[in-house]
């Protein structure tokens, strides 16, 4: 099956820096990449995704690139916000349908103020 | 729309004990989902549903049966649980390409 490592573990930045965190896959066949934030005590939410005909996608301060040769896809926060410290994990999905999504292990942002 | 519920929100079991975890959506979504989350671990996909009466394993089935009778309900069951399931348990639906995910359960098993 599908392997998804993500780095770091934890990532802390001051308010108003870049934020970068890094996947990467092993099935050349997965297409499909989301990434989600989950707050304390709640359940993932999808904030940006690529599919693997993209090789970046942007919306307003996030953004995704995706290079399918090394297979790897990273997450892009600029201006960063309090509001902004939660989890985040990626995923990878394969197939025509994408019944079946592979995490990452996620990452512990902290934006200080 | 209430999107995905789950319930119960917290569950404390003693080992050899069944119990059942529900999850509903109204939204329609054909796809419906559990995944397990351990610490340091991510999300691990448990089983899945393509439709009523269509199931199938995802990467960690092992303990858990599930069934789809209709469109809005997926529960999970554990027939006899044991340590190894303490965890917190999130059910998620798609209609497109997102994934809608309930509140979760946390569930201990002593």
Redesign the interface.
């Given at each position: 099956g599908e392997n998804v490592e993500q780095h770091p573990s934890t990532l802390s930045v001051q308010e108003g820096d870049s934020a970068v965190i890094k996947c990467t896959y092993s099935d050349s066949a997965s297409n499909y990449f989301p990434w989600y934030k989950q707050e304390l005590g709640k359940g993932p939410q999808l904030i940006i995704d690529i599919r693997s005909n993209v090789g970046e996608k942007k919306d307003q301060r996030i953004a995704v690139t995706l290079n399918k040769t090394a297979k790897h896809f990273s997450l892009h926060i600029t201006e960063t916000q309090p509001e902004d410290s939660a989890v985040y994990f990626c995923a990878a999905s394969t197939g025509d349908n994408f019944n079946k999504f592979y995490f990452g292990s996620g990452t512990k942002l902290n934006v200080k103020p | 729309n209430a999107g995905?519920t789950q319930t119960p929100k917290f569950q404390v079991l003693k080992t050899g004990q069944s119990m059942t975890l529900q999850c509903a959506q109204d939204m329609n979504h054909e796809?419906m989902?559990w995944?397990r989350q351990d610490p340091?671990?991510?999300?691990?996909?448990i089983h899945?549903s393509?439709g009523a009466g269509i199931t199938?394993q995802?990467?960690v089935p092992n303990g858990y049966n599930v069934s789809r009778s209709t469109t809005e309900d997926f529960p999970l069951r554990l027939l006899s649980a044991a340590p190894s399931q303490t965890s917190v348990y999130?059910c998620?639906s798609?209609g497109g390409?997102?994934?809608y995910?309930?509140?979760?359960t946390r569930l201990t098993v002593t």
């Open positions: - | 995905v796809y989902s995944y340091g671990m991510g999300l691990r996909l899945y393509v199938d995802g990467e999130f998620a798609r390409f997102e994934q995910f309930g509140p979760g």
